[in-house]
């Protein structure tokens, strides 16, 4: 074999397995692995909700980081007052990877605060900066 063909052949090879390299890389990196759903009652029928937005983290990172934050530092309530029945908000925040739900909560805006209600028993408050942040990540304003 000539010394040119061999030369041909190592570049063609090693262009393959960059090639699967990088295709193996951006699979891997474009996989879904949180998924944030927001959620409002739907008119006229009692007791459903409509996921009608829905940001996952291979949309933007940044957003579904933003808004485990606001959940995880929002301030712990004890005494909770709530004059409406149904939330303005569900929100949900799924591991797609493993198929679980890492929370689910319901979501009451007042004037300034947000009220939410992660499980049974547990409720936090945002303050109104925070308020406006979430409003803005799950484009509230919207509706």
Not at 85 to 108: A, F, Q, T
Request: hydrophobic share 35%.
């Amino acid at each position: 074999m000539s010394h040119a063909f061999k030369v041909m052949m190592s570049v063609l090879l090693l262009c393959i397995v960059f090639l699967g390299g990088y295709i193996v890389g951006d699979k891997q990196t474009n996989t879904v692995t949180r998924k944030v759903m927001v959620g409002y009652d739907k008119e006229g029928v009692q007791r459903q909700i409509d996921f009608d937005k829905v940001i996952t983290d291979k949309q933007s990172q940044k957003t579904v980081d933003q808004l485990m934050q606001l959940l995880m530092y929002s301030s712990q309530m004890k005494n909770v007052t709530i004059n409406r029945k149904e939330p303005d908000v569900y929100l949900m925040i799924n591991s797609s990877e493993r198929g679980i739900s890492l929370v689910r909560s319901e979501l009451w805006f007042n004037e300034r605060e947000t009220i939410i209600k992660m499980e049974e028993g547990d409720y936090r408050i945002l303050n109104p900066s925070q308020t406006e942040k979430l409003k803005k990540l799950i484009d509230y304003s919207s509706r």
